[in-house]
């Protein structure tokens, strides 16, 4: 199956993504992609605590998440995909990684950001760089817990 869902949260692993997104998704998987966060092995012992039974846990580095993709590494796995970024999705994408959907979870404010919605800021690049995942094709919508609707990035981001 590969990716079912990708998700941009800022806080990464934590109980909305474990509790609601998860189940959801039918996740098997959660991969955390981060380049930063993959050797900090202080974060990644924390987000392992909160794995749930049953489900595995990938917390790669960009290329290794590409070279394992493109490998069928987790092709019989139904993988729920949580970055802090999008510029992280758009790289994925360019080396050939397949994603359906992307959902915007929490972006947090910041220097040179703007909020768009409640509980997300985006900077101009990150809006281009969401703006790049549409034009790819992928849906990208707003969506903080699995029912909630869902909205288009169009609804805030024009």
């Known amino acids: 199956m590969g990716v079912v869902l990708a998700r941009i949260d800022q806080r990464l692993i934590h109980g909305i993504v474990v509790t609601q997104w998860a189940g ?6 959660l991969m955390v992609v981060d380049d930063a966060i993959s050797q900090d092995e202080t974060q990644k012992a924390a987000m392992r605590m909160s794995k749930p039974a049953g489900t595995g846990m990938s917390i790669i580095d960009t290329q290794k998440a590409i070279t394992n993709f493109n490998n069928g590494k987790y092709d019989s796995h139904n993988v729920l995909l949580i970055v802090k970024e999008p510029k992280t999705l758009l790289q994925l994408v360019a080396g050939g990684v397949e994603i359906p959907k992307v959902n915007i979870g929490i972006m947090f404010d910041g220097e040179g950001k703007t909020t768009v919605k409640k509980m997300v800021a985006v900077s101009e690049e990150e809006i281009a760089d969401l703006k790049a995942l549409e034009e790819k094709g992928i849906p990208v919508t707003f969506h ?3 029912n909630d609707p869902e909205e288009p990035l169009s609804t805030y981001i024009k």
């Not at 959801?24 to 998987?29: F, G, H, I, P, Q």
Request: glycine share 0%.
């Open 24 to 29: 959801a998704t039918k996740a098997k998987r």
């Open 144 to 146: 903080f817990v699995p």
